[in-house]
Nanobody, 127 residues
Framework: QLQLVESGGGLVQPGGSLKLSCAAS????????IGWFRQTPGKEREGVSC????????NYADSVKGRFTISRDNAKNTVYLEMNNLGPDDTAIYYC????????????????????WGQGTQVTVSQ
């Protein structure tokens, strides 16, 4: 079992930055690949980024590539999503998720099917 808790959401102006955190607890958190997803009302949940366990390879959706950076600190059992140059289209509830990965898997957010979810944190980009 794994528990995930997001934090760091809030209100930010267009062009601003936020850093989200996903704290993992339970059985061997550093074993899991971690992903970030987002959802707005009336839209499907969108995969944003993921980071593998092991060598920590990363992957991003085209919509955030070059603006968002995912990282993990296994000593703190925490994954971060640093978001820069935010725009109104980035407004959403952001969820972190974890998957029991195949061996030596370099995660791809398009193919990330979570086993565990956090409760979400709201990010609002507005004047």
């Amino acid at each position: 079992q794994l528990q995930l808790v997001e934090s760091g959401g809030g209100l930010v102006q267009p062009g601003g930055s936020l850093k989200l955190s996903c704290a993992a607890s339970g059985s061997s958190p550093d074993y899991y690949a971690i992903g970030w997803f987002r959802q707005t009302p009336g839209k499907e949940r969108e995969g944003v980024s993921c980071v593998s366990s092991g060598r920590g390879s990363t992957n991003y959706a085209d919509s955030v590539k070059g603006r968002f950076t995912i990282s993990r600190d296994n000593a703190k059992n925490t994954v971060y999503l640093e978001m820069n140059n935010l725009g109104p289209d980035d407004t959403a509830i952001y969820y972190c998720a974890a998957v029991d990965p195949p061996p030596d898997w370099d995660c791809k957010i398009r193919f990330f099917i979570p086993d565990y979810w956090g409760q979400g944190t709201q990010v609002t980009v507005s004047q």
